[in-house]
């Protein structure tokens, strides 16, 4: 598009100033007399923004003032139609020239604004990105860490656990046949208790 613009342009101005050239030739030299008249301007350029993906673009426009020009008599000796084509081509250079400004300025901003974009993706790729990969790595392996931990403190704790219960299972098992001992023996010595005395040896017991 810029491209194009240019290359339009350098037409456009060199058909204007070809036909300035004729206008000089026909009118003689009148640079003098619209430089001596009034410098009020009848064209002016608004600048505006056009935002494009978050991107500000300034935007140039051309509007007309409605101010008259005091140099309308130039031409009136001769080379009238000249000047007025000079006018008329110039006006329109001037147009190209307000649509290049806005597109070599927005190019130039959007290139800026690329450059940024791209800095900061180089950013995000090599040192954010790595950084929180890093970060969530090591979160990870402390995490592995802390259930590898958990798991042998619970299998400690759970060993811990069947030792004394066997331990009191051994405990009940050992007072289980201590009882049995007890009662076996308290049989024997209740036998013997018995055997002890003869019921012939006792006298006859008259009440």
């Known amino acids: 598009m810029i491209a194009e613009t240019k290359s339009s342009m350098a037409g456009d101005a060199s058909s ?35 935002n494009v993906a978050g991107v500000k673009l300034p935007v140039f426009t051309k509007y007309d003032t409605g101010a008259v020009a005091d140099n309308q008599s130039l031409g009136l000796v001769g080379g009238g139609k000249k000047i007025v084509a000079v006018r008329e081509k110039f006006t329109l250079l001037l147009e190209m020239l307000i649509k290049l400004a806005s597109l070599q300025t927005s190019f130039v901003t959007l290139d800026e604004a690329l450059k940024v974009t791209n800095r900061r993706v180089n950013a995000l790729e090599n040192v954010t990105i790595p ?70 040896d006792d006298e006859d017991v008259v009440f």
Request: charged share 40%; no cysteine.
């Open 16 to 50: 204007a100033f070809f036909s300035l050239t004729q206008a000089e030739y026909a009118a003689g030299n009148f640079k003098r007399k619209v430089a001596e008249g009034s410098l009020t301007a009848r064209v002016r350029v608004g600048a505006g923004i056009n």
């Open 131 to 200: 950084k929180i990969e890093g970060i969530l790595d090591y979160i990870s392996r402390e995490l592995d860490e802390l259930e590898r931990e958990d798991f042998t403190r619970l299998k400690l704790v759970q060993g811990k656990k069947e030792d004394e219960q066997k331990e009191r299972d051994d405990q009940r098992q050992k007072d289980i046949q201590a009882g049995v001992e007890n009662i076996s023996l308290g049989k024997e010595n209740e036998e013997d208790i018995t055997a002890a005395f003869d019921a012939q």
